[in-house]
C-alpha cells in the first residue's frame, strides 16, 4: 500500500471512530447547557482544562514516546509499554505533592479527589490507545473513542437526567467512560499478553524520557493558550462568562472533528515516511488538500452558526455564538502548526516544537490580558486566533529543515481574506446574512476549485477501488 493509500485508509478508519465520537460529545452540549447553570459549566470546564494542563507535567508526555518507539521496529514494543506504565504511575504519586496547592489555588476544593480519580484513569487509558495504535491496532483504536463517548453518553444521562448529581455527575461520567474505554482495549487488544513487568528497562526509560521530555513546554504551552483564556475571563468577566465561553469552544470541536480524523492518521504516515526521498512533495500534496478540506469547512460552519446555536443550546446561551468565528480560525491555524510540528516527532528533535509554542503562549496571555478587559470575551477568541496563527508561521520557515512544505500562498491569503469578510456579515445580522453568506462560501470553493476537483476525483476513485476489492 503506499503512502497516500495508507493515509485516507487510516483516515477512514479512524473517521468511523472520530465522527461517531465527536457527534455523541457535541450532542452532549444541549444535555449540559439544560442541566448546568453557567456557572456549573465554567467550573467543569475550568476542572477538564487544568486536568488537560497538568497530565502533560505529572506524565512526563511518556505518551507521546509510546507512539514514536513502539512504531519503531528497532525497539522492544512490550518494554516500551511497560516502561511508559510505571512512569505514568510514578508520575500519579507524585501529583498528590501539590494537593494542599491545588485546594489553596483552584476554586473546585470540593471536587479535588475526582480531580485525581480522572487524572489516574485518563492517564492509563491515553496509554493504552497510544499503545495500540501504534502497532497498528488501528480499528481497536478508533472504536475504543466509540466506547468512551457512548459510555459518557449513558452516564449523563442517568446522572445528570435522571439522578441529577450536577458536577458530581459530570465528572463520574468521565471517570467510568475512561475505565470503560481502557478495559475494552485491554481486552481487545490482549494488552495484558504484552505487559511484562520484567521488560522494565532503565536504559530505555532514560532514552523514552529524552523524547517526551522536551515536549512537556510545548503541551504546557498549548494548555496554556487554552486554561489562560478561561482563568483570564473568570478573573475579569465571572465563572457565568467562562461558562458562555466554554459553550462557544464546543462549535468548533465540530471542525475538529476533521482535524482528528486526519491528524491521527497523519502523525502514522509523517513517522513512516521520515527517511523517505520524495517526503517533501508527499508532505506538500497533503498539506495542500487538508488546509483546503479545514478552509471551506470552516466556511460552511459560519453560514450554520446560528442555525446551530438555535437548535442545540438553551436560549440563555445563544449569545455565544459572537465568540465562534475567531475560535474557528484558531483551529484551522492550530490544525496547520500541528500538521508541521509533526516534522519535529519525526525527525525526533522534539526541543523545536517548544521554541514556537512559548512565542505562541506569550502572545495568547498578552493578547488576553490587554484585550478581555476592553472587548470582553470576545478578547480571548481574538487571541487564541492570533497566537495559532504566528506558531503556524513560525514553524513554516522553522521545519524547512527537515521537509519543505510547498504552499500556495496566493489561494492560501484570498481564501482567508473571504473568510474574514464572511465573520464580519455575521456581526452585521443582515436581512438576507444567509443568501451573502453562501454566496462567500461559492467564491471560496471557485478560488480552490481545481484543487477541489482532484480531491473529489481521488476520494470517488479510491472509494470504487475499495468497493471492487470488497466483492
Not at 488538500?289 to 466556511?299: D, E, G, K, N, P
Not at 462567500?440 to 476549485?449: P, V
Request: glycine share 4%; hydrophobic share 55%; proline share 2%.
Amino acid at each position: 500500500m503506499n503512502n497516500y493509500k495508507k493515509l485516507v485508509n487510516n483516515s477512514l478508519i479512524f473517521a468511523v471512530g472520530n465522527l461517531g465520537t465527536k457527534l455523541i460529545v457535541f450532542f452532549l452540549v444541549p444535555l449540559y447547557t439544560y442541566y448546568l447553570t453557567k456557572t456549573e459549566f465554567g467550573m467543569v470546564d475550568l476542572l477538564t482544562s487544568t486536568l488537560s494542563f497538568l497530565m502533560p507535567i505529572f506524565s512526563l508526555c511518556i505518551f507521546d514516546s509510546v507512539l514514536r518507539f513502539a512504531m519503531d521496529n528497532n525497539y522492544d514494543k512490550q518494554a516500551v509499554l511497560a516502561n511508559s506504565l510505571v512512569v505514568t504511575f510514578i508520575g500519579f504519586v507524585l501529583s498528590f505533592l501539590i494537593y494542599p496547592i491545588l485546594i489553596y489555588i483552584l476554586p473546585f476544593d470540593d471536587f479535588i479527589l475526582y480531580f485525581y480519580l480522572l487524572l489516574f484513569v485518563q492517564s492509563i487509558n491515553t496509554i493504552l490507545t497510544q499503545y495500540v495504535r501504534a502497532i497498528g491496532m488501528v480499528k481497536l483504536f478508533a472504536c475504543s473513542g466509540l466506547i468512551n463517548a457512548f459510555i459518557l453518553l449513558v452516564c449523563n444521562i442517568f446522572l445528570l437526567m435522571l439522578f441529577p448529581m450536577g458536577i458530581v455527575g459530570y465528572l463520574f461520567s468521565l471517570v467510568i467512560a475512561n475505565i470503560f474505554s481502557s478495559l475494552f482495549v485491554i481486552i481487545g487488544g490482549k494488552v495484558q499478553n504484552d505487559f511484562n513487568v520484567k521488560k522494565i528497562n532503565i536504559k530505555l526509560t532514560k532514552e523514552m524520557l529524552l523524547y517526551s521530555i522536551p515536549l512537556i513546554p510545548n503541551a504546557l504551552m498549548w494548555w496554556i493558550m487554552g486554561l489562560s483564556d478561561r482563568f483570564i475571563i473568570t478573573y475579569f468577566l465571572g465563572l457565568s462568562a467562562n461558562g458562555l465561553y466554554a459553550v462557544a469552544n464546543k462549535i468548533p470541536s465540530i471542525l475538529n472533528i476533521i482535524n482528528s480524523i486526519f491528524f491521527q492518521a497523519w502523525q502514522m504516515s509523517a513517522i513512516e515516511e521520515v527517511d523517505s526521498k520524495d517526503k517533501s512533495k508527499f508532505f506538500s500534496n497533503v498539506f495542500n488538500v487538508f488546509s483546503i478540506a479545514m478552509l471551506v469547512s470552516t466556511s460552511l460552519l459560519l453560514i450554520l452558526l446560528k442555525i446551530i446555536m438555535k437548535f442545540f443550546v438553551a436560549d440563555n446561551y445563544f449569545d455565544a455564538w459572537q465568540y465562534v468565528p475567531f475560535l474557528l480560525l484558531g483551529v484551522v491555524f492550530s490544525s496547520f502548526s500541528g500538521f508541521l510540528g509533526t516534522n519535529y516527532i519525526a525527525a525526533k528533535k522534539t526541543s523545536g516544537v517548544f521554541k514556537t509554542s512559548v512565542i505562541g503562549a506569550i502572545i495568547n496571555i498578552v493578547a488576553n490580558v490587554i484585550l478581555i478587559p476592553i472587548i470582553g470575551i470576545n478578547g480571548a477568541s481574538i487571541g487564541t486566533m492570533l497566537s495559532f496563527a504566528v506558531i503556524w508561521l513560525l514553524r513554516i520557515k522553522d521545519t524547512r529543515e527537515f521537509v519543505k512544505v510547498e504552499i500556495n500562498i496566493k489561494k492560501m491569503v484570498f481564501t482567508l481574506i473571504a473568510l474574514i469578510v464572511q465573520i464580519g456579515l455575521l456581526y452585521m445580522n443582515l436581512a438576507f446574512e444567509c443568501l451573502f453568506q453562501i454566496i462567500i462560501f461559492i467564491i471560496i470553493i471557485l478560488i480552490n476549485q481545481n484543487e477541489m476537483k482532484d480531491i473529489i476525483i481521488k476520494i470517488v476513485g479510491f472509494l470504487s477501488k475499495r468497493k471492487i476489492q470488497s466483492k
